[in-house]
C-alpha cells in the first residue's frame, strides 16, 4: 500500500511550491521446502522467508504557471527533486 499527502504553497499567482510526501511498505514471502534424500532424516524442513520494507518518497516541486488565474487555461512549467529513504 502506499499512503501520501499534497501540500500546496502559493508564493504569488504564478509561482508555487508543491510537496508530496508519499510512504510505502513493501515485501514478499517466500516458501522452501526440503524433502530429505535416501540416508537423511525423515522429517521433510520447511522454511518460510519475510522481507519487507518501508520506503519514504518527498518530491519537492516547483511551478511556474503561466497567464492570470483568472483563464481556464493555464499551462505550466515544473521542476524539482526528490529525497528518498528506506529501513
Given amino acids: 500500500y502506499t499512503l501520501g499527502a499534497l501540500g500546496e504553497y502559493r508564493f504569488t499567482d ?4 508543491f510537496v508530496n510526501p ?10 522452501f521446502t526440503y524433502i530429505p534424500g535416501p540416508g537423511d532424516s ?9 522481507d519487507r ?15 492570470n488565474p483568472s483563464r481556464k487555461l493555464r499551462p ?4 524539482g527533486f526528490s529525497l528518498n529513504t528506506s529501513w
Wanted: avoid cysteine; glycine fraction near 4%; hydrophobic fraction near 40%.
Fill in 53 to 67: 520494507s518501508h520506503n519514504l518518497d518527498i518530491p519537492v516541486l516547483g511551478r511556474y504557471t503561466f497567464f
Fill in 42 to 50: 525423515n522429517v521433510p524442513v520447511q522454511t518460510l522467508i519475510r
Fill in 76 to 79: 505550466f512549467v515544473s521542476l
Fill in 14 to 17: 504564478h509561482i508555487s511550491l
Fill in 22 to 31: 508519499l510512504y510505502r511498505r513493501t515485501g514478499r514471502d517466500s516458501e
